[in-house]
């Protein structure tokens, strides 16, 4: 699978690159386990599938206060975001 990110989640990524080292390395450590099990409901960071307004997508947690938010396209996982909660 490859890694794709929506503006907000590279403009999320790109301010933890610069801020906090510590964090980009859980957030990779999410996108590996995706990786390996990409609709796994008992992965790493808790993943939950969103509904309403996040319909098709889906959110592990960074840290109790951030969540990756992403969506699965075939072969394609995208960021939509990595910072805050959705």
Same mark, same amino acid.
């Given at each position: 699978?490859?890694? #794709?990110?929506?503006? &907000?989640?590279? +403009?999320?990524?790109?301010?933890?690159?610069?801020?906090?080292?510590?964090?980009?390395? *859980?957030?990779?450590?999410?996108?590996?386990?995706?990786?390996?099990?990409?609709?796994?409901?008992?992965?790493? #960071?808790?993943?939950e &599938?969103?509904? +309403?307004?996040?319909?098709?997508?889906?959110?592990r947690r960074?840290?109790?206060e951030? *969540?990756?938010?992403?969506?699965?396209?075939?072969?394609?996982?995208?960021v939509?975001?990595?910072?805050?909660?959705?």
């Amino acid at each position: 699978m490859m890694i #794709g990110f929506a503006d &907000r989640g590279w +403009e999320d990524y790109e301010n933890w690159v610069h801020n906090d080292k510590k964090m980009v390395k *859980r957030i990779n450590m999410l996108l590996a386990d995706i990786k390996r099990n990409p609709e796994d409901s008992n992965g790493l #960071g808790k993943p939950e &599938r969103l509904k +309403e307004n996040f319909q098709g997508y889906f959110s592990r947690r960074i840290t109790a206060e951030h *969540r990756l938010v992403y969506k699965l396209l075939g072969e394609l996982i995208v960021v939509a975001q990595c910072r805050y909660h959705y």
